[in-house]
């Protein structure tokens, strides 16, 4: 793992270096990576680990299909989501669920069919008895990811899909497994699964209103949680 991270350090160091020697300007393109593989003396996989680290400093950016650019990315074009999601605290992604994840809930409520409402109350079956946080993070994904799918719409799943690739960064488990572990890990998988039953019960109910209510009180005990915790 070490000999790994010196190799990332040193190739980044390296491109630095090439890119000061070299006469860019403002939003050039840069070599394939199969030509600036060679120049920098790594493989291509390391090469990434590099571009990602200056591009996350807006020393360059990336556009799939078309290429690595020197400079900032420019204000019409889109950060990338894998970006996104590291740069994103946890306290911003809960933030950002908050405002997104109960319209998505009350839409969904007057949507649902038996089945899918069937297959939300298994999942928020499955949060309540976790006897781990991986256990609970995978229920709870499954069935938030389940409520937008339930929409239809494929806006909103992108949405929460690109908010659920975050649970696989590693700022993110380090804090939710610290805060499942003081909050007592069976106390706070039973709290957030009778919390997914009330949503889902506002589903069967076809209450709408009350499915946005009942997602909000979810995800603000979390919130709450994990900045108890010290969530940045």
Same mark, same amino acid.
């Given at each position: ?30 070599? +394939?990576?199969?030509?600036? =593989? ?15 680290? *200056? ?10 299909? #078309?290429?690595?650019?020197?400079? +900032?990315?420019? =204000?019409?074009? %889109?950060?990338? +989501?894998?970006?996104? =999601? ?5 306290? $911003?992604?809960? /933030? ?6 109960? +319209? ?10 038996? $089945? ?10 499955? !949060? !309540? ?8 993070? #995978? =229920? /709870? /994904? ?11 719409? %494929?806006?909103?799943?992108?949405? *929460? $899909? ?10 993110? #488990? ?32 076809? /209450? ?25």
């Amino acid at each position: 793992m070490l000999k790994t991270r010196l190799a990332k350090h040193d190739a980044t160091r390296r491109l630095r270096a090439h890119l000061r020697r070299q006469t860019y300007g403002p939003q050039d393109r840069l070599e +394939p990576e199969r030509v600036l =593989a060679p120049k920098i003396g790594c493989s291509r996989e390391t090469l990434r680990a590099a571009l990602d680290v *200056l591009e996350k400093e807006g020393l360059i950016w990336r556009h799939v299909g #078309q290429g690595t650019f020197v400079g +900032p990315r420019p =204000a019409h074009e %889109p950060i990338r +989501p894998s970006v996104l =999601a590291e740069m994103a605290s946890p306290a $911003d992604v809960l /933030d950002a669920r908050l405002l997104i994840e109960p +319209p998505i809930a009350g839409e969904a409520a007057v949507r649902a069919t038996p $089945d899918e409402i069937a297959l939300l109350r298994g999942h928020a079956l499955r !949060s !309540s008895e976790a006897p781990d946080w991986q256990a609970y993070e #995978q =229920a /709870d /994904d499954a069935f938030h990811k389940g409520i937008a799918r339930i929409t239809g719409n %494929p806006l909103l799943i992108a949405f *929460l $899909d690109v908010l659920s690739s975050v649970r696989g960064r590693a700022r993110w #488990q380090r804090q939710h497994d610290l805060a499942f572990r003081r909050a007592r890990k069976k106390e706070y998988a039973a709290q957030q699964g009778r919390m997914h039953l009330a949503i889902v019960e506002a589903f069967a109910a076809r /209450d709408p209103e009350g499915a946005r209510q009942a997602m909000f009180a979810h995800l603000s005990a979390i919130r709450a949680i994990m900045v108890h915790e010290g969530v940045g």
